[in-house]
């Protein structure tokens, strides 16, 4: 398990011969698949198009690394019509509301949690704000099927609502297990 928050700007690592050839910049996600669809990086020098890894590349997460199999796994996002579509959009995932079915504001995503070896996410941490994440702390909404991304926000189905306010001081937990 992985958070978003850990992983950028983290440098990626050649496994053959331990040179770095990259840094990750972002991660780009599929909204409609809740998984990682590859990295945004930054190579060494200046280049004119994004580049990216796809995840499936990945080799492993290391503490504060990201390996892959040699520097051939940069790819032009050019050439790949979804990323090119997602990176046009320009929709970060941290920083957009959550509300439930009915309106009800239940925070903002400070960041994601996902899992190392599929890209799926796993859940979102959330905020209320400065001063509630001082008096309760932040909690992990856990992805459940039924939540979705709206144009501007992750809406959050009522009756999953209702098992999240009940087990909120749980969620709370899975963060000190990261």
Known sequence: ???????????VL???????IASVKDIIYSKTKFRIIAFLVSEKGIFTSPKIIKFKEIDSFGEDVVMVNGK??????????????LLKEKRKIIGEGVLSEDGEDIGIIRDT????????????????????????????LP???GIKFGEDVLIVPNQIKGQVEKNKETFKKLLELH
Do not use: Q
């Open 113 to 140: 949690v996902f899992d190392e070896e599929s890209g799926k996410v796993l859940g979102f941490i959330i905020t209320n704000g400065v001063f509630d994440d001082m008096r309760e702390g932040r909690f992990v």
């Open 1 to 11: 398990m992985k958070k978003e928050k850990d992983i950028i700007n983290v440098p």
């Open 143 to 145: 992805y459940i099927k």
């Open 14 to 20: 050649d496994k053959t011969n331990g040179k770095k």
């Open 72 to 85: 051939t796994v940069i790819e032009d996002a050019e050439v790949i019509p979804e990323i090119t579509s």
